[in-house]
């Protein structure tokens, strides 16, 4: 069947298959982001739900590597509003990533080096999946951060200067 002149594709910028459903804004502010990786992540059915009604926070997370494999720590899944206590999942538990052994490897390298970290920064749904972008980053000092606001701040008023013209 072809498609109309009104049909959108899939990728379709409102298209519920491929939506953000939680990110991890301060992430990007307290540290700068190397290289980035998704992944997915071995969930239970409980923690889908949740996760799909936005009941995430990934402020405080992050991943490490245990007996070859990722594992995202400290991200927070609220209970499952309909399901019961015996069927609901723990909100706080150690979720394993799934990435490929050459990935996981590299990453282990490079958290080998001094001052680097693996953090999440944005759980999204992609087709029928829910994947995990994960960040190689490197903390920021304070007077880093200043700077970078500061850059930030003259780049909108360059924005701003540039439109009023």
Known sequence: MAKGPGRQGAKAKGD???RLLADNRFA????EILEG???GIELLGTEVKSIRAGQCNLRDGFCLIRNGELQLHNVHISPHSHAGRF???EPLRVRKLLAHRREIEKLRTALEQKGLTLIPLNLKLKGSWIKVTLG???GR???DKRHEEKRK???KEARAAIARI
């Open 153 to 155: 701040q003259e780049a």
């Open 16 to 18: 519920p298959a491929n």
């Open 28 to 31: 990007r502010h307290q540290y």
């Open 141 to 143: 000092k304070l007077h």
């Open 136 to 138: 190689l980053g490197k």
């Open 87 to 89: 069927f609901n999942h």
């Open 37 to 39: 990786l998704e992944t």
